[in-house]
């Protein structure tokens, strides 16, 4: 290729297809990078053909959206043609999609702007023909962008076709990419709007289940496009709504004359869809300075075999209780497996867990082809993993539960485990479907539902998330995890008076509960009860010191601007656990406002290594890909750092913590403008200017004159305890 084409500078490949090659390329008439998409040989073969291509790209930079890239030119030289597009930075959609489907709220949202961009091109007489998630992108800011419209189907009326009218896209000629194509343009027949509604109908459904509607590949699809429907969004999303749903369904009618008219019914349908699922609410987290975090005790409590009664609530059949007291063929029996199940009620206990696993191991080892203890082991690692935050333990958890599920596929508790992992790995859908069986095998066991509660509250779905924890509550009103996990819920989102209740119950059942302690202390915090805080935190490092308690406690130092003594807990923290990301991003925000570099930057680097490895585990966590961004763009990898922070906001446009910051970042990055566009955007969704005064990374961009007429628009009302760093 050579390095210029036109007055167009060739700078790198940034993509291939089969319409073309694309460049970023450097427009040196109108100074400004472009993209620059060189067509295969032999798509424009004849003189006239060009002409109309041409005159197709001038009609096409007229359609001015915020949802539709702008096609800037169409020409050729030495025989090469090529199309100029507006340069999108920013991740596609078949990208975001390649980690799994997107939440409801997150398909609402791009899909909506899918539609209206969509509508505009309808309304000037332009269909697109090619519609895919490969030719959709999202920018950084969460703005959907619709590329290749300069490959589009032009429709004039129903003029003669004539030479001079007639578009290529009005032959019979099959153009378009063949899961999405509807039925009338695999027949050749004549296409129009509702060709595109067919397409985004496809890629709804692809947010929505992480598949294409119609699989297979040929003449197999092509049968299956004609003449099949596809599977349910139920069956294999269930907690897609009926609106969404009804809104998919429509767009994917073969018939064109059942379809929606036109784009503009389906973003109205699209927001009515969001105003219905309004009332499940959203979660928010926040960034460093504050996080609950499972404590470490080592403190042992003596504990004997769990009854049947008991195991039944963890949801053990009688008939694998029957075979783990006394197993056909071996003796005796095996009393090592019970009494790590009452080990294992106390998992926040170390010594305890410690002592669970090996009476776990010792069972299956006396008793290779014990299922439930493979179970047990499972879920005494996933415990682990809930206290140390060690990847490895979620591998270890994963394995002994997939070795129960081959020994014996009736287990309630081996799915319940694995839609924890699941749900820890962010594959929400994979957890609901393992935990679906559990409730299908023991309609009634606690720990289902408190797994499907947890899944919930993942997906969003936090009035179904509370309800499942109430009844899990009720059925099993002595276990004082439930009512941790229950009060950690309403803590993400940030219903902190109701989270300190149920963590207070928690203490009325285990009041030497050191981890429960340390959580209760820190959600104190925020409650603007410092004095009751720091007498829970304390408590809690009596009873066993523990990276939480110092964790929160250095936070408590934090906000009173206490820097060294932050520093010397938060250390004190990482001596117990050097796993957890955010103790490393806390103690590099004190040594940053203590102006020692040198110690930031190691905890940075620190902080850096365990995100790289969480990331492994949840690579489509907005979080963690807006902190990993952010830590990329303090050493200038740019080409690491922007498609993560862009994958956050694509994935989170709303959460006040992933805008501030991904405008930290882009700050890093030299990009003042968007630096400030995403910080005025977190504030207007929550962030008080009290956190952006206490992020160290945020200071150069405060000076700022524009920040300061920003900062005019919002008021202060909230306290920093009141919005936990």
């Not at 090592?336 to 776990?360: T, V």
């Not at 005494?380 to 935050?389: D, L, M, T």
């Not at 994963?398 to 309630?412: D, I, K, T, V, W």
């Not at 109430?470 to 902190?496: D, H, I, M, N, S």
Request: glycine residues 6%; hydrophobic residues 40%; aromatic residues 8%.
């Amino acid at each position: 290729m050579q390095a210029t084409l036109s007055h167009y500078r060739i700078l790198e490949q940034i993509g291939a297809g089969g319409m073309g090659v694309v460049f970023r390329a450097h427009d040196d008439r109108l100074d400004r990078d472009v993209a620059l998409k060189v067509l295969p040989p032999g798509t424009v073969v004849e003189t006239a053909t060009r002409n109309r291509f041409h005159k197709e790209a001038l009609m096409l930079s007229k359609l001015n959206h915020p949802n539709i890239a702008t096609v800037h030119d169409f020409d050729t030289q030495d025989g090469t043609d090529f199309l100029v597009e507006e340069l999108i930075e920013g991740l596609s959609l078949d990208a975001m999609l390649a980690s799994g489907p997107l939440s409801e709220k997150e398909i609402i949202h791009l899909g909506s702007q899918l539609t209206e961009g969509l509508a505009v091109a309808h309304e000037h007489g332009v269909i697109h023909r090619d519609l895919k998630p490969a030719n959709v992108r999202v920018t950084p800011d969460a703005r959907l962008k619709i590329l290749d419209f300069g490959l589009a189907m032009i429709l004039r009326g129903e003029p003669s076709p004539t030479a001079e009218t007639a578009s290529i896209s009005e032959t019979k000629t099959v153009v378009g990419t063949l899961p999405y194509m509807a039925p009338e343009q695999l027949l050749a027949g004549k296409l129009d709007a509702r060709t595109d509604i067919w397409a985004t109908g496809c890629i709804l459904y692809e947010m929505a289940t992480g598949r294409r509607p119609f699989l297979g590949s040929g003449p197999a699809l092509t049968d299956a496009i004609l003449h099949q429907q596809p599977t349910p969004l139920g069956k294999l999303n269930p907690m897609i709504s009926a609106a969404l749903d009804a809104v998919i369904r429509k767009c994917l009618d073969k018939d064109p004359q059942k379809r929606y008219l036109s784009a503009k019914e389906i973003a109205v349908d699209l927001r009515r869809a969001s105003a219905a699922s309004m009332s499940a609410g959203t979660r928010r987290r926040s960034r460093r300075w504050f996080a609950v975090v499972a404590a470490a005790a080592a403190v042992a409590v003596a504990v004997g075999v769990w009854t049947r009664q008991e195991l039944f609530l963890r949801g053990v059949s009688s008939i694998e209780y029957a075979a783990a007291v006394s197993p056909p063929g071996k003796a005796p029996p095996h009393e090592s497996y019970l009494a790590g199940q009452g080990y294992l009620e106390r998992w926040d206990k170390p010594a305890n867990l410690e002592a669970a696993i090996s009476l776990f191991e010792q069972a299956v080892k006396a008793d290779p082809g014990f299922a439930l203890g493979f179970s047990a082991l499972g879920e005494a690692y996933w415990a682990k993993y809930r206290i140390e935050h060690n990847p490895r333990w979620i591998d270890e958890a994963e394995r002994n539960c997939r070795r129960a599920a081959e020994l014996n596929s009736q287990l309630p508790a081996v799915y319940v485990t694995l839609a924890r992992v699941h749900n820890g790995k962010g594959q929400y859908n994979l957890a609901l479907q393992e935990i679906q069986q559990a409730l299908k095998l023991e309609p009634l066991a606690p720990d289902a539902l408190l797994g499907e509660a947890a899944v919930f509250a993942s997906m969003g779905q936090d009035d179904k998330a509370e309800s499942t924890y109430k009844k899990a509550a009720a059925l099993r009103p002595q276990y004082w995890a439930g009512y941790y996990e229950w009060g950690v819920f309403y803590y993400l989102q940030k219903r902190y008076a109701d989270a300190a209740t149920q963590f207070e119950q928690a203490l009325k059942i285990t009041p030497d509960n050191a981890m429960v302690h340390a959580t209760l202390g820190g959600v104190l915090q925020l409650l603007g009860k410092d004095a009751e805080a720091e007498k829970h935190l304390k408590q809690s490092i009596e009873l066993q010191p523990s990276y939480a308690a110092y964790t929160n406690l250095g936070a408590l130092y934090y906000r009173e601007r206490r820097w060294a003594e932050s520093a010397a807990v938060t250390k004190k923290a990482l001596e117990m656990n050097r796993s957890d990301w955010r103790a490393w991003s806390n103690l590099s925000i004190a040594y940053e406002w203590m102006n020692r570099k040198n110690e930031a930057d190691e905890a940075s680097r620190n902080e850096l290594a365990r995100l790289e490895e969480i990331a492994k585990v949840r690579p489509d966590d907005a979080e963690v890909q807006v902190e990993l961004g952010l830590l990329y763009s303090k050493g200038k990898q740019r080409e690491k750092a922007v498609p993560l922070i862009e994958a956050a906001l694509a994935r989170d446009p709303d959460d006040p913590n992933i805008l501030a910051s991904a405008g930290e970042a882009y700050e890093n990055l030299g990009n003042r403008n968007t630096a400030l566009e995403l910080v005025k955007r977190s504030l207007a969704q929550g962030w008080t200017l009290e956190q952006l005064e206490n992020d160290p990374g945020q200071r150069e961009l405060l000076l700022d004159p524009r920040f300061r007429k920003i900062a005019q628009q919002f008021t202060t009302n909230q306290s920093p305890a009141q919005q936990p760093r």
